[in-house]
């Protein structure tokens, strides 16, 4: 049965836990952690705090980054400790669907940054963890890229859908015109770690067609620096994924996308 728990009583048994550990920075984080939770309640099961205090130390002692995020926001403690995905695999399409599901409300895109990295903060929480212990380095690697591919697809659709509303993207055939985000390197073999960057390719169907007034070239470049900028800049809330786009036919000098057409005839 799950009851209100004040964050304030995971004071004592969180510094106990830390207290025998390699680094006395811990004991200083969890400090901040109660400081910064004083007036926050957590929902819990009820037995399962020393669940929480274990999980708590875990992260606070392995990660100032991670430490960091829970001073941010410490009710994040308490969600990831009954989250089912603790210990187990998160399947990547439950991944894309509660990304799908975070960010559709998003008026405009500055409120799709803050929905991206507001869920890459609970991701990576959960992801520390179980680099941590919980689960496996294997399995994270294939989690971090199932989540760089949902933030990939979660940004596409929205400001595809964005730019739709005053032109569509058609073939010369009347077709919409396709596009897609190529994952390379670490992203396309599934073994990201926390430090990768993202490498991809943006590539469209073909520039046999037009976006109204736009070429399909000029169209999908403008996607291709919409969806760059959600994932990649760096605000109060930090970055989704570093996106490194040098793979890309002609390097720095080529454009920032291509159509399949062209791409195939580079790599030829």
Not at 3 to 16: I, Y
Not at 46 to 64: R, Y
Not at 225 to 250: C, H, K, N
Request: charged share 25%; glycine share 8%; aromatic share 6%.
């Amino acid at each position: 049965m799950a009851g209100s728990l004040p964050f304030a009583k995971l004071a004592g048994p969180l510094d106990a836990a830390l207290a025998a550990g390699p680094d006395p920075a811990a004991r200083v984080w969890a400090s901040r952690l109660i400081d910064a939770g004083a007036s926050a309640e957590l929902t819990l099961p009820a037995d399962s705090v020393d669940a929480v205090v274990a999980l708590g130390a875990t992260l606070l002692a392995q990660s100032p980054y991670l430490a960091a995020m829970l001073v941010r926001d410490p009710r994040l403690l308490g969600s990831l400790a009954v989250d089912p995905y603790l210990r187990r695999e998160k399947p990547a399409g439950v991944l894309r669907d509660a990304l799908l599901e975070s960010t559709s409300d998003a008026r405009d895109a500055a409120g799709l940054a803050v929905a991206l990295r507001r869920f890459r903060i609970r991701e990576y929480l959960r992801l520390g963890a179980r680099e941590a212990g919980y689960g496996s380095p294997v399995e994270v690697g294939r989690e971090l890229a199932a989540l760089a591919d949902a933030a990939f697809e979660a940004a596409v659709e929205w400001h595809a859908k964005d730019l739709a509303r005053r032109t569509q993207p058609l073939t010369a055939a009347g077709r919409r015109c396709r596009f897609v985000v190529m994952g390379m390197g670490k992203l396309g073999g599934e073994e990201l770690n926390f430090s990768s960057d993202v490498d991809v390719l943006y590539l469209y169907e073909t520039d046999d067609g037009a976006a109204g007034a736009d070429t399909l070239r000029e169209h999908f470049g403008r996607l291709s620096e919409r969806v760059t900028r959600s994932i990649g800049d760096v605000t109060e809330d930090g970055f989704v994924f570093r996106v490194d786009l040098r793979l890309r036919p002609e390097g720095t000098q080529g454009p920032l996308c291509c159509s399949l057409e062209a791409a195939e005839r580079y790599y030829e």
